[in-house]
Each structure stands twice: as structure tokens, then as C-alpha cells.
């Protein structure tokens, strides 16, 4: 049966939720996509009830959501301050700053990097502390091909000095073949596949109907941005020269952009009605999410 008026999407949201809770619990890395994704935008701070508010609607109970927020503290990458009995949290230091780096590749919107089919190489010297060497070419996003040698698609040079860099161009197969030893592109292909299949239902229901629930709208973009997250920051985003015609990393990257842009303006409606700080309400939502896969402000802000 079609889904009308507010239920549209009722059906391939509630299927979204069903998948997340028949896999192992990764309630703490929901609270992280939640606070970058839709917290930070909006002043970083919010209340332990509104947490708690949205985990409910995703079928997690409040004692898992207390017990992940209080180890994401611990752990520091949350910082929790307390009005009278009430508690707020906000991203710390180094929470802010990995989520700032991992935004970077998740709303980039870009798929594929676009750039030519130049590969940058390493050689580790003799001499010299390998075991640094080795791990400072990992922080720059080199991958080892076999022994001492060492990929990198980004044509970022090794910082380490003690490295002989060189680059060259690969055929389509040629780099393929070395991609293929340097990352798991074939787990990754298939992750991306399961993503589509997961949220393809959902982007069909809003093909031609917007009036999503926003409690439902606000599940479906967090269920979004965590599932593409875990997938994007293991892909090495590598060049439309190398990669494959039926790479789906394209088509879920665009999906992924297509339906944030189509949950956001109800999305925001339920931060606007549900979400608190200390202050009260949240916040407006900054100039931030305009720089979200390109979308206009007029998506989120209805007074734009």
C-alpha cells in the first residue's frame, strides 16, 4: 500500500531501523553522527533528553543510550556540563576534530575523485626508522603495495623523509589492479551495493511526495549519514580514471545526497520543535549546512 500525507517513507523507515537493530549495537557511533551531523550546526550543545527522545523513536532504550554517552565522556569525545539535574552534552576537542575531518569526505557529495589517473609512490629507504615512516605514510593515506613500497591517489607527498617519492599514470586495469591490492575494494563495492539496496525504497516513496513525518525525517537522516559514513571513510576515493563503470560508489554517493536533501527542511522542523541546550530551543541552523553536498540554504531554512 502507498504511504500518503505524513506516512510517506513509514514503511522503508521503519525497515531502516529493523536493519540497524539486527546488527551489532553501535549506539555510542550514532550519538557521534547525530552530534556532527545535526547538533553542530546548531550550537553543539544539547540536552540528555532530546538524545534520549530520538534514540527512543529508534528503539533503543534509555539505560544503552545513558551507558554509550556516559563512555563516549570517559572516552573523551564528549564533554557533558550540568544545570541543576539536567545534563547537556556537546562534542569535545578531539570529537569535534575527527568529526570535522570525517565531514569533509562524507558531505562532499563528489563520489569518485574526479581527478586524473596519476598515482603517487614511496619507497622506503634502508636506513632510517621504517616503523615511523610507515605509519606517517598511513596518516597521509598511502597504502602499501608489497613490501617497502607504498600507494597514495591523493597526490599528497609522504611527509616522511626518509622515502623515495615518484608518481606515474596507470591504465583503468593497471590501477585497478593495484587498488585492488591496496585497499578492500571488493568489501567495499558490496557495502556500498547493500546501501543502496537499504535506502533505494525510501528515495522511491519521496520521488514524488515531501511531506515526511519529521520524526521520521530526523531517523531516516541520522540512520543516512551513519550508514554512508562508516562506508565512505574506509574508501580511498579513487580516481574516475581507475575505477570500474559499475563502481557503486557513484550511484550511493548521489543517493546519499538526493534523500539528505529531501529529509532536511522536515528533519529540521523536529530540531526546531524537539531539540533543547541549555538555553532553551536549539539554535537556528548555521550557514554550515548550505556547504553540505551543495545544497541552498532554502532546503533547511524555511526563512531563506
Partial sequence: MTSTGGEVGRE???????????????????IVTFFGDAIVPRGGSVWLGTLLELFEALGINAP?????????????????TRLGRNSFYRLSGRGASEFEQA?????????????????????????????????DLKRSGYAQVSGDLWM??????????NAICFSGHATREDGWALARICWPVGELAARYAEFLRAFSALDENLKHHHDVLPRNAI????LLIHEFRRIVLRDPILPEAILPPDWPGREAAALCRRL???LLPASEA???????????????ASGMLASRFGLAPSTYNKNN
Fill in 152 to 161: 597514495s591517489v591523493n597526490g599528497v607527498a609522504p611527509p616522511s623523509a
Fill in 270 to 284: 523536529w530540531l526546531d520543535t524537539h531539540g533543547r541546550c541549555a538555553g532553551g530551543l536549539l539554535p537556528p
Fill in 64 to 80: 544503552v543510550v545513558r551507558t554509550a554517552v556516559s563512555r563516549l565522556t570517559t572516552d573523551d569525545w564528549l564533554d557533558r
Fill in 103 to 135: 565531514a569533509k569526505r562524507v558531505y562532499a557529495g563528489a563520489g569518485p575523485n574526479s581527478g586524473a589517473s596519476e598515482l603517487s609512490f614511496a619507497l622506503l629507504k634502508a636506513e632510517g626508522d621504517k616503523d615511523a615512516a610507515r605509519e
Fill in 12 to 30: 522503508a523507515i521503519a525497515s531502516l531501523v529493523g536493519r540497524m537493530k539486527a546488527e551489532p549495537s553501535r549506539t555510542w557511533s550514532i
Fill in 260 to 262: 539528505y536533501g529531501k
Fill in 219 to 222: 531517523i531516516a537522516r541520522t
